[in-house]
């Protein structure tokens, strides 16, 4: 397809990034550190580390696994963690030593967590303790050797922590108890590792960074193969972007409500932001949407990210107001659609044009971004970013005419290798020549500008977070009342997607509030059906295909 989105990109915004300034991520937050040594890199809870004292930890921290553990390059390490200032340390220190990093969700059930595990081959596990208990209940039918175990305040100072700490775990009880053999706490662990210096290992573009794990359009939890090519050259596409609309020489702030672990937040907030030197806010826990506002209200900050829902809901608390947005350059909405109702409110109230992108696991993430100098919602998901081609195709494979609808298909330096161990999902993922096909169907006008008809077939997006109905109707199916389950997405009266579970039931007796109980002890909080409801039979093609978009259909 003919580039015509150039002609519309932003002044300053070359269509190519240049070559790759570093081979690898390491090599791209030491460089950070060293120029930026002195400043901030780091806030939670108004403790913070500045890039010196970050590469310090790291370093540290690789050492441990070197030395303490014996890690090699290329062993996969698991993060379970919120975000924290231990998160960008574990992944510097994990990167230092040649790991490859297999994020997890803290909010994961131990079936979910003993999958990742399991097909990862992760020997290693970072976990905060609030979820240890998690790891207890599955940790026999993994691989896991070595579990470092951390609190919120480990890295707060001394006093600091130590009441912290205390209140999470004695007041307010949010540590269920544990036990782990072995394990060693992330304070040790430092302490361990400073005792002789790392080893540094040499790490290539094509090595892995990441095993980012998605359930792709599927349902069946994969792992993106990310390379530290992909990664940086993501950044390089995000920065040039993000370069266009920020001052010269003005220190960047940058509020990350987002978890690290999804890959919007690592790419956006984390990696690009340590590659700008900025000061990037870590937020332990967004829910808690007061809080939020407290940390960040005069932290005079210039980048926002979050999801339509976390943007929502900042506009209906009323200490919204007290918000200082006079530095802000660039709110941005990713992870799912930023509704325009949303948009509108959030331009009347602050004067800033929410802006909107798209981009995929499987694409480290980005792949389109809006510009940001707008003076209205438009509802494009943007354009593509530089050095990405975008080819929109039909059923059969052929490109379609500008202005039809088709699957978007990409190429590009930010698209993964394959799929761990599964290379017939990798096949069915790509068209010859190296085009990923997304499965999302879009069209694009005359400027460039793409625009997003409809998601995966029968993906749910709640919050952000990926929600695949294969994954629930095949936990609720094993429920012994329940004789046949389709899981859809549903908008509920906030306007925000949540999950449905239609369910033909083998008695009589069986309760929704009975199902959603159920589902609570298998699957992770927003995969749990909010909506339960009851049929006779479901819809069904001739071979006998349930038929989801008939059941959608019926309940919008």
């Given at each position: 397809m003919e580039k015509i989105w150039l002609s519309t990109y932003p002044k300053g915004v070359p269509p190519e990034i240049p070559p790759l300034p570093y081979p690898s991520l390491s090599a791209l937050c030491e460089d950070a550190c060293k120029k930026y040594?002195?400043?901030?890199?780091?806030?939670?809870?108004?403790?913070?580390?500045?890039?010196?004292?970050?590469?310090?930890?790291?370093?540290?921290?690789?050492?441990?696994?070197?030395?303490?553990?014996?890690?090699?390059k290329g062993d996969r390490i698991a993060i379970m963690l919120p975000n924290t200032l231990q998160y960008p340390v574990v992944m510097l220190g994990i990167f230092l030593m040649g790991g490859v990093i297999v994020n997890i969700n803290p909010l994961?059930?131990?079936?979910?967590?003993?999958?990742?595990?399991?097909?990862?081959?992760?020997?290693?596990?970072?976990?905060?303790?609030?979820?240890?208990?998690?790891?207890?209940?599955?940790?026999?039918?993994?691989?896991?050797?070595?579990?470092?175990?951390?609190?919120?305040?480990?890295?707060?100072?001394?006093?600091?922590?130590?009441?912290?700490?205390?209140?999470?775990?004695?007041?307010k009880k949010l540590v269920p108890p544990w036990h782990l053999e072995n394990s060693i706490s992330f304070p040790d662990a430092l302490s361990q590792g400073d005792i002789e210096p790392y080893h540094p290992v040499e790490l290539f573009p094509e090595d892995l960074a990441f095993l980012q794990y998605t359930g792709g359009t599927?349902?069946?939890?994969?792992?993106?193969?990310?390379?530290?090519?992909?990664?940086?050259?993501?950044?390089?596409?995000?920065?040039?972007?993000?370069?266009?609309?920020?001052?010269?020489?003005?220190?960047?702030?940058?509020?990350?409500?987002?978890?690290?672990?999804?890959?919007?937040?690592?790419?956006?907030?984390?990696?690009?932001?340590?590659?700008?030197?900025?000061?990037?806010?870590?937020?332990?826990?967004?829910?808690?949407?007061?809080?939020?506002?407290?940390?960040?209200?005069?932290?005079?900050?210039?980048?926002?990210?979050?999801?339509?829902?976390l943007f929502n809901a900042l506009l209906h608390n009323p200490h919204f107001k007290e918000i200082d947005f006079s530095h802000l350059r660039c709110p941005f909405g990713g992870g799912m659609a930023v509704q325009s109702g949303v948009a509108e409110e959030w331009f009347r109230r602050t004067g800033y044009v929410l802006s909107e992108g798209y981009g995929l696991t499987e694409c480290s993430p980005a792949v389109t971004i809006n510009r940001f100098d707008e003076d209205h919602f438009t509802g494009s998901i943007g354009?593509?970013?530089?050095?990405?081609?975008?080819?929109?195709?039909?059923?059969?494979?052929?490109?379609?005419?500008?202005?039809?609808?088709?699957?978007?298909?990409?190429?590009?330096?930010?698209?993964?290798?394959?799929?761990?161990?599964?290379?017939?999902?990798?096949?069915?993922?790509?068209?010859?020549?190296?085009w990923f096909r997304t499965g999302d169907l879009v069209k694009m006008d005359e400027k460039g500008f793409i625009y997003l008809l409809e998601r995966k077939k029968d993906m749910i997006i709640v919050s952000g977070f990926n929600v695949y109905p294969t994954e629930v109707e095949d936990v609720l199916g094993k429920h012994p009342d329940i004789k046949e389950v389709a899981v859809i997405g549903v908008i509920?009266?906030?306007?925000?997607?949540?999950?449905?579970?239609?369910?033909?039931?083998?008695?009589?007796?069986?309760?929704?509030?009975?199902?959603?109980?159920?589902?609570?002890?298998?699957?992770?909080?927003y995969k749990v059906p909010k909506v339960v409801e009851f049929a006779t039979e479901l819809p069904k093609t001739p071979v006998g295909k349930i038929l989801r978009r008939a059941l959608r259909e019926g309940t919008q």
């Open positions: 040594s002195k400043d901030v890199a780091f806030d939670n809870f108004n403790v913070t580390l500045t890039y010196g004292q970050y590469k310090i930890l790291a370093e540290r921290f690789a050492s441990y696994l070197q030395h303490g553990l014996g890690l090699k994961y059930t131990p079936r979910e967590l003993e999958h990742q595990l399991k097909d990862s081959g992760a020997t290693t596990i970072i976990i905060l303790e609030n979820f240890a208990h998690t790891l207890e209940a599955c940790i026999k039918n993994t691989e896991i050797k070595h579990v470092i175990t951390t609190q919120i305040g480990d890295l707060f100072p001394t006093l600091k922590r130590y009441i912290f700490n205390f209140v999470v775990k004695r007041i599927t349902g069946v939890a994969k792992g993106a193969e990310l390379t530290h090519r992909n990664m940086v050259s993501n950044v390089m596409q995000a920065s040039l972007w993000l370069g266009a609309y920020l001052k010269e020489g003005e220190r960047q702030v940058v509020v990350s409500p987002l978890p690290l672990y999804h890959i919007f937040s690592l790419t956006a907030n984390l990696l690009l932001f340590i590659y700008l030197g900025a000061k990037d806010i870590l937020i332990t826990n967004p829910r808690e949407i007061s809080l939020l506002i407290r940390l960040i209200k005069n932290k005079k900050f210039t980048v926002i990210t979050g999801v339509n829902t354009l593509p970013v530089p050095s990405t081609e975008i080819s929109i195709r039909n059923e059969q494979g052929e490109e379609v005419p500008l202005g039809e609808e088709g699957e978007l298909c990409i190429r590009g330096p930010q698209v993964m290798r394959g799929y761990w161990k599964n290379p017939e999902e990798t096949a069915r993922a790509f068209y010859p020549g190296g509920s009266p906030a306007g925000d997607e949540q999950v449905k579970a239609v369910i033909v039931p083998k008695v009589s007796t069986l309760t929704p509030e009975a199902v959603i109980a159920y589902a609570r002890t298998q699957l992770t909080g």
